[in-house]
């Protein structure tokens, strides 16, 4: 027998998984637990994809607001700007060097007033290390010269605000030691001449940009500056650069700090991968729930198969031999579920651009509420290394469920079995 069928083993296990007419309990249960691993499998691919694009999204468009390297000084303004960009210039990997003043204001239009991160910039360099410009919906931040008091905001200010391009802006702002001088806060009206959309509500709804000397002249800084923003050719060297430049110029610059992408929001990608952590052992629970189904279904088709299995061991087929019969069963069932639940997860995962925008039109709803995930639009990226590890561990749980019922199976004893038969 075992000559004409090679592997014997394969060739029974296989022929075992198709049921007879008298038997659809069993097919039914082999079925479902087929759909089980499949559906657990889906629902992980996807899961983890729009995880990874939320992320992935997240950090595109906050590196397009956030310089790569951030250069000041604890607490005091840069005096001197001009040369210190022509240093940082001069190091490795720097492509652009952009000075700005950042200072909190309120913006007030009639009745309406908002909380505003003010960023006084020079357009022409700011370009070189924020992508702003690119977002920009109505009207031209290059507009934001010197002298000319003219100001962008964020889509969702412009809206709380009722404001529009063309419009006037009141911009209020305190100094830091108003309550003891009694000093009158700064007022200065600018005009809105651009408005963006960078779709997150942290720079939508709080961000400002000026001139660079319109904002000195607001705050009576003179010549001094907040800081430097740096770009860099490959951001993942930012932190490398940091300490590069901290140890170079610290020497003669004992106030420096050089801030990187990688502290910046460092909590919030951080809170991204527990969620994502968490979700995988989650889920995973699904397949494991398939897989504990598959435990059942082989036990009863062992039971089923005892006078079979009696026959082959008096035949001389070892115990180890029986026990691979039962695993080639079990297992087939988990390669199939996972290899749907592949498919079908990556079918889901790379539509759900089309599928989600037709489910909100179909219940008149919006699944992202950008007040809370920061952004407004779903996105999907599948990464290769999940959907292996997924699947790995899916086939894993499978073969791991066939072990009982294969040593039960190996352990059925000839003659008690024939004896009812």
Request: zero cysteines; glycine letters at 6%; charged letters at 20%.
């Amino acid at each position: 027998m075992s000559n004409m069928f090679q592997p014997m083993e394969l060739f029974v296990g296989l022929r075992y998984t198709r049921a007879r007419r008298d038997k659809h309990f069993i097919s039914f249960i082999s079925l479902a637990s087929m759909i089980g691993i499949a559906i657990g499998v889906l629902v992980l691919i996807t899961v983890l994809s729009v995880m990874n694009g939320f992320e992935q999204t997240m950090r595109e468009r906050i590196m397009g607001m956030l310089a790569h390297i951030t250069v000041s000084e604890n607490d005091l303004a840069v005096s001197d700007w001009q040369k210190v960009q022509k240093e940082l210039l001069d190091f490795p990997h720097v492509k652009a060097v952009s000075p700005f003043i950042e200072k909190p204001a309120m913006l007030n239009q009639g009745d309406e007033a908002r909380a505003a991160v003010l960023q006084g910039i020079l357009p022409d360099q700011e370009r070189q290390v924020s992508k702003v410009f690119e977002h920009v919906v109505k009207g031209d931040m290059q507009k934001l010269q010197a002298g000319t008091f003219n100001i962008a905001i964020g889509a969702t200010m412009a809206k709380e605000l009722k404001v529009d391009v063309g419009d006037a802006l009141t911009l209020v702002s305190p100094s830091e030691n108003s309550l003891e001088t009694g000093e009158m806060p700064a007022l200065q009206r600018f005009t809105i001449v651009a408005i963006f959309r960078v779709d997150m509500q942290q720079f939508d709804t709080t961000s400002a940009y000026v001139n660079l000397e319109d904002a000195a002249t607001t705050f009576n800084l003179g010549a001094d500056v907040t800081g430097l923003r740096m770009t860099l050719d490959d951001l993942y060297r930012a932190p490398q650069t940091a300490q590069t430049i901290l140890q170079r110029m610290g020497q003669t610059w004992p106030d420096m700090w050089a801030n990187d992408w990688t502290n910046l929001n460092k909590n919030q990608f951080k809170a991204i991968q527990a969620q994502k952590s968490v979700m995988f052992i989650i889920l995973m629970l699904i397949i494991a729930v398939a897989a504990f189904n598959l435990v059942s279904t082989l036990v009863m088709v062992v039971t089923d198969k005892e006078g079979d299995i009696a026959i082959l061991r008096t035949l001389g087929l070892s115990s180890g031999r029986v026990m691979k019969i039962f695993m080639v069963q079990g297992t087939l069932i988990g390669v199939f579920g996972t290899l749907i639940g592949v498919v079908l997860g990556l079918l889901l995962a790379t539509n759900l651009d089309v599928i989600v925008p037709f489910l909100e039109r179909l219940f008149d709803t919006h699944f992202i509420n950008a007040d809370v995930y920061f952004i407004s639009e779903l996105e999907s990226r599948v990464n290769p290394g999940d959907v292996i590890v997924i699947a790995l561990s899916a086939l894993f749980m499978s073969i791991l469920a066939t072990l009982y019922p294969a040593w039960r199976a190996s352990k059925v004893q000839p003659a008690e079995a024939l004896r009812y038969e």
